[in-house]
């Protein structure tokens, strides 16, 4: 019998005792990958009050007023300031005494009344990635607010055009969170696994494993298996913080990005079972885990430094890390809401290294030591 | 409070608790200044527990011991200046050279430079390995290790020292090398608390205690343990004592 | 078909030569002690025919199969208990034996039989957390987990290591019902009270053997005739003894110095005599038979001598 099912299942079922019955296994697991979310969001990510706000208002009537006096009386702006021409915005940005704009283009209320929609010019300062987006959340919802409230009778369209200043790409924001949630997964995936190996190793249970009927398949796909499951838990938990805690939008198909997380666990399991074949104690193991992957793959993946900014040599260091494939698929998917026939690639490229990873280790995975 | 030198260890209905489980049970037992003492039980009996507490590590739950005249609730650094302690586990840095393992543990006494030099020649040429002093300690025979280390766990000239299963696993002409190391070291002074699981080397104590899920159940000489249960060794005492307690858990 | 052959093994380590031209059999059905100290090179010997570890030369056979060819059929056939306790500390003494179990693709029940001897006095603890037993328990459940799957041979590194005398002698009873249902043993010791309960033994020492025989026969290798010798203070006794020019050995065993001569030609009187003249008290001394201790020490003195 290739495979050996009954003895799978007793590996598996012995492998979820060890996990559950160590409590810092469990904190690596679903405490660590919480806590840098939350970290690295709110290191960048912060909530803004007080904020001042410049508004041009070429219209003066009934609704531009009374949007004005909303937003001066949210919590999150302190003061207003009122200009007349374009170019005093670019200055108060400058000097800092402003860091939004809201602009009412002329016959705005007419044009309300008359076609049952207009528009409304919201100019943030990019510069202050994070500060931006979220003032013109912010400064958008409570148009919508107005809007509904105006809306009882006959629907009407306040449509805000957001225009983004001195960073019109929003680099970071959009790329942190794939970021986090690539590197959170590869760390806890990849170390976990290298470690309970490399203790199997410590423990002296490894020269019994070795001396079992057990083939190195039967050995590594036991290994993998249950922290697989908890990887897709896990990818569930990062991409629900980033959806929630930190308002990432889900343009695409969310089931498709499970399984393409599914698929990068593996990528990043099967990674930590490569460093367990040759690490031999378990400190070992967390550290190539930790700092091997962890340096890499924030600073080489795109996660603070863009791809296209690197060295060349770089750039192709980039293309070997699973991470920097991840990234790419979540942003399609998220962000752009791309179908799959946009990200075959990428996808494809996890798999190759999926395959080649779980070679590598059963090439190395010795049956003696 | 007065340091009384008479004993080296006077324990005193000593009990410590984890949770529910009485590991030493109100151990009551003195030892003499120079004596030769062994500490025997079965794997579980409570031996490491009491010897932890003794040497300051663990805080009894209540019962009162000192150690070299110090009590081991309020005392338990100056406990440690003067005593030493060595294991079979307790191992020597095997990077380092044997020179560099004396300094360490010298430095760690506060010995000084110059002591530690004399000393080093004092240890080295008494196991007669003075030409290996500047050899790995890896490459040393295991025997020889734990020469060393015992050599090494009294390089501050302790009042008392600790042995816990100090010749596991060593030929049988280093045992008993090794145990002519301990009466030397006894005949200066120094006393000697030891325990093992060869029963011939409890015979070369000057007493011994047996230790039966928490209690102690005979202390006394060997020649009188062995006239009072009818056997010819120290082995037949420990077997009559101690078997049917090593069923448990 | 012996249950095992070694015919000039060497393995080294670095620079360090662990078993060095070894060569040896062990016949079906017996128990054979592997008797040396740490370091000797025992733990090398099982990992090579427990097909652990390669030989760097030499060829060994277990049960008529070769290591370095058949090992995946060998690894079916025996049972082995590494030097350190080697099983999973978190898991209960149930879940350790049905995991072995379950990976030899048998189960408890089907093998009972065979463990009920030794797992019925651990069946009181079977949820308790391997990492929990005392030191004799865990020898107790290592042996039901490498018995298992029925082994035809059974690899027991060092198995009473650390081990308090009483959990030591019921172990080796253990052993010797196991004996009866014709079970091949190697086992491996430091104890030398232990090397009397096997079948044979071989004496070793760095990597090399000083002898192999039954224990009978390699006790009485010792050749000189042996005194115990006793006084009030052993300590002193032994270094007086030491200092005499007729000494040959003088080796302290529990409260006795066993002591053997350079020539045939004293008698007790004459060494009652010499020690009487030290000023000794409760003198006593008496001929005696030599024990396997005894004949480990001699030859580990000529292999010094050698050195």
Redesign the interface.
Known sequence: MIF?F??L???V??EF??IF??GRTLLILFGIPVMDVILFGFALTNEVKNAEIAVIDYSRDQYSIEITNKIMSSKYFSSIQYFNKYDDIGTSFKNGSAQIAVIFPEGFANKLDHENKADIQIIADASNINTAIMLTNYTTSIINDYQTEINSSVPMLIQPKVRMIYNPELRSVFVFIPGVMALVLMIVSAMLTSITLAREKE???M????????RPITIIIGKVLPYLVLSVINSGIIIGMGMYVFNMPMNGNIFVLLAESTLYAITSLSLGILISTKAETQQTAMFVSLIGLMLPTILLTGFIFPVESLPEILQYVSAAIPATWFIEIIKSIMIKGLGIEYFWKPTLVLIGMTIFFIMLSLKNYK??? | MTRDLSKAVTVDKLTKKFGNFIATDEITFEVDKGEIFGFLGANGAGKTTAIKMLCGLLTPTYGKATVAGFDIYKQTEKIKQNIGYMSQKFSLYEDLTLFENIRFYGGIYGLSGKEIKLKAKNILSKLKISELANKKVRSLPLGWKQKLAFSLSMIHEPDIIFLDEPTGGVDPITRRQFWELIYEAADNGTTIFVTTHYMDEAEYCNRVSIMVDGKIVALDKPSELKKQYSVDSMDGVFQILARGTSVKG | MKAIEIKNISKSYGDITAIDDLSFEVNKGEIFGLIGPDGSGKTSIFRMLTTVTLPDKGEAFVQGLNVRTDFKKIRKLIGYMPGRFSLYQDLTVEENLEFYSSVFNTSIADNYELIKDIYSQLEPFKDRRAGKLSGGMKQKLALSCALIHRPEVLFLDEPTTGVDAVSRKEFWEMLDRLRKTGITILVSTPYMDEAAKCDRIALIKDGKILNIDTPDKISSSFQRTLYAVRSADTHQLILDLRSWDKTHSSFAFGDNIHLSLNTDDLKENDILEYIEKKQHSDINVAKIEPSIEDAFIELLKQDENHD
């Open positions: 050996q009954r003895q299942i007793a590996f079922k012995k005792y060890h019955r160590d423990l002296g249970t020269e019994l494993l070795m001396i079992t009927p057990l049956s003696r030591m």
